[in-house]
């Protein structure tokens, strides 16, 4: 066998193992998928397609699945566009999304490939004529990564929105640090993270070894931190992906590859779903008993945003005025904590009564939590983030000031729209309310009603009064009017004032709630909610007790 023989052998060889290595299937320039024909650019296993991922929306994504298990979107990119439009890997090597009218509706390679693969890795290779990689897939992930791929330093993964095929972006990121620290945070809110590696040497990158499946993080060529740390099952058998979830954990899945029937977790990034900061927005209560699915209510007194979907977070029912104690409750939640790192003042070596003096008496101070174990108060600082009742709120209580214009401990969620104004006139009415006890007595002596009645006092005041003079005094002014109410002579006073008329029955009560508030012996006025309740018609406003008597008896009756 000549010299040249052997070479031309060797290099068939060679260039034959290397095709099955790679196992090429090239993708030429001028070549396109169209949204809807179910064609695919597939990896030579079959184990990735490369095309439109059709949602239920009639929409399509770009997208990288896995070909041979139930569709599993391990890359995507967020704009959605309608059937007909083209994947195009262009004449001139670019890679485009054309809308059915042809105009671009995306630039995903905007250089010139001469090539292009869907790999078995899951990976989407373009090269150029020198056949270097010029725009991989894996440089520029989604929500997954795989065995095999490395989030390099400064790369970001970011969860996708809420509900199954909502593909927009989310509200949480992994990210690859410069200072070499990986962590996950709830972007949106300036959020240093709820979890993170601590690993700070520049240069880090996160590694999904292809031959174990583990996940670590390597400085150089040294392994710095190792995120799994039992060998999962086997790359030859299983399917592996790990992926930021859209409730912000970061979680490696199996799926068997022959028998498979669901993806199964191996590893997570945070034990406890409730520590993923914001998880149930401002105002929030989180719920986690077996530590997998996230509830979200709002804490007591608090009402949701959107009926619809708690977890975007609460509002307080009106401004309160937390220095006047008959605004709230002091309540007190076991087992219950707030953010880990909203720490407002802490006060060490209190007992737990003290802890409540402590909280009750701040009036820039909601919440608290008071550790028994340690006999420390945290008080927090506001908005309220993530109040949680969990696996790692064990052992805390939680002091919280539960305002008393809504019916405390009221979780149910309302299904229609109606609530909002019932709850908008809630609102107005207990701040009637606060106003009419406030002002209870002002607004007897000097709403227009009454002075414009002081006005006719004069010349009618013998119809109340029974021809008894009571013009000495302003005192003197709510008892006739409670005498002209008790009467039912009120009205005579005013028969000739339509304007006064037409509210007539409004103004008498209001009259009556201002007496119930400045009533002399204090446990007879009433609580706001009474108050409410007296206004919007839920309880009759009867004539004060007492008064009533004391009146029949000035009376004479
Ligand atoms: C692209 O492909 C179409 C047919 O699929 C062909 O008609 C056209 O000439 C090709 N263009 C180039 C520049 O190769
Ligand atoms: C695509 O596949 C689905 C299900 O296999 C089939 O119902 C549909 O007719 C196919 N569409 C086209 C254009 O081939
Ligand atoms: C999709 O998710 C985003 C972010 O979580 C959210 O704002 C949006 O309302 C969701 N869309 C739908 C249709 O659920
Ligand atoms: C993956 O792990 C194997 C076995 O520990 C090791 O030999 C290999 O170098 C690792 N691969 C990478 C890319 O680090
Ligand atoms: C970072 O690490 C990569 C490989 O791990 C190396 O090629 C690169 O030179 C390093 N960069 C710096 C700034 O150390
Ligand atoms: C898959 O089937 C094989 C036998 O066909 C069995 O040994 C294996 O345990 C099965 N794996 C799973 C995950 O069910
Ligand atoms: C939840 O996680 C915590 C912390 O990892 C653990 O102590 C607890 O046993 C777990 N609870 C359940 C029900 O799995
Ligand atoms: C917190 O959860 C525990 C166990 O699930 C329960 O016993 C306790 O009552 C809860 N506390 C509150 C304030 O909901
Ligand atoms: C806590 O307070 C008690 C009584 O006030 C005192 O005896 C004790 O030394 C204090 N402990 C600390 C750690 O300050």
């Known amino acids: 066998m000549s010299f040249t023989m052997l070479l031309t052998c060797i290099l068939a060889l060679l260039s034959l193992s290397h095709l099955n290595g790679l196992h090429a299937i090239e993708i030429e320039p001028n070549s396109s998928i169209t949204a809807g024909s179910n064609s695919t650019w597939k990896s030579p296993s079959g184990d990735f397609e490369f095309g439109f991922y059709a949602l239920p929306s009639g929409l399509f994504l770009v997208g990288i699945w896995y070909g041979r298990i139930p569709e599993t979107l391990v890359w995507y990119s967020s704009t959605s566009v309608e059937p007909n439009s083209q994947i195009q890997f262009t004449s001139a090597g670019q890679l485009v999304v054309a809308h059915p009218d042809g105009s671009i509706a995306q630039n995903i390679f905007s250089g010139a490939a001469s090539s292009a693969q869907m790999r078995d890795d899951g990976n989407f290779v373009m090269k150029n004529s020198n056949l ?88 150089g060529n040294r392994i710095t931190y ?14 592996h992906r790990a992926t930021i979830d859209e409730n912000g954990n970061f979680q490696q899945y199996a799926y068997h590859k022959r ?15 409730c520590r993923v900061n914001a998880i149930c927005g ?24 959107d009926h619809q979907d708690v977890s975007k977070g609460c509002h307080p029912p009106a401004v309160i ?41 701040d009036c820039n101070i909601v919440a608290a939590t008071y550790n028994t174990l340690t006999s420390t108060c945290v008080k927090k600082s506001l908005p309220l983030l993530n109040a949680r009742n969990s696996s790692s709120s064990k052992g805390q209580i939680a002091l919280l000031k539960v305002p008393n214009t809504v019916e405390s401990g009221t979780f149910e969620v309302p299904k229609n729209k109606s609530f909002n104004v019932r709850v908008f006139l809630k609102v107005l009415l207990a701040v009637t309310a606060t106003l009419a006890c406030f ?9 227009p009603f009454t002075q414009r009645l002081t006005r006719r006092t004069k010349r009618h005041i013998e119809s109340c009064e029974d021809g008894k ?13 409670l005498r002209c109410v008790v009467s039912r002579k009120l009205e ?41 309740q007296m206004l919007d018609g839920t309880v009759e406003v009867g004539v004060p007790p007492l008064v009533h008597d004391l009146m029949m008896v000035g009376q004479g009756l």
């Open 132 to 219: 270097r990689p010029v725009w991989e897939s894996f440089n520029s992930p989604a929500n997954t990564i795989l065995p095999g791929q490395t989030l390099q330093s400064n790369q970001i993964l970011y969860s996708k929105g809420k509900g199954d095929s909502n593909y927009s972006l989310g509200n949480y990121m992994l990210q690859m640090q410069r200072d070499g620290n990986l962590l996950l945070k709830a972007y949106h809110w300036s959020d240093p993270a709820y979890w993170y590696t601590s690993t700070l040497t520049p240069n880090v990158s996160l590694v999904f070894n292809a031959t174990t499946a583990l996940m670590y993080l390597v400085s």
């Open 226 to 239: 190792s995120l799994s740390n039992t060998p999962p099952t086997s790359v030859k058998d299983y399917y």
């Open 259 to 273: 028998n498979g029937t669901e993806w199964r977790r191996v590893w997570r990034a945070v034990e406890d779903p």
């Open 282 to 305: 401002v105002y929030g209560f989180c719920t986690s008993p077996s530590n997998e699915s996230v509830k979200c209510e709002c804490i007591p007194g608090y009402i949701p945003m």
């Open 321 to 361: 005025n937390y220095c006047a104690e008959i605004n709230f409750k002091l309540q007190v939640f076991e087992d219950t904590d707030f953010q880990f790192n909203t720490d407002f003042f802490r006060l060490a070596n209190v007992t737990f009564q003290g802890c409540k003096k402590a909280v009750t008496d």
């Open 439 to 447: 002002f209870g007595a002002f607004a007897v002596y000097y709403h």
């Open 469 to 481: 003079n009571s013009e000495d005094d302003d005192l003197v002014l709510s008892n006739w009017i």
């Open 492 to 532: 005579v006073v005013v028969r000739h004032d339509s304007e006064v008329l037409n509210d007539f029955k409004r103004f008498e009560e209001m009259a009556l709630v201002g007496l119930w508030c400045v009533h002399p012996n204090p446990a007879f006025r009433p609580s706001i909610k009474q108050v409410m």
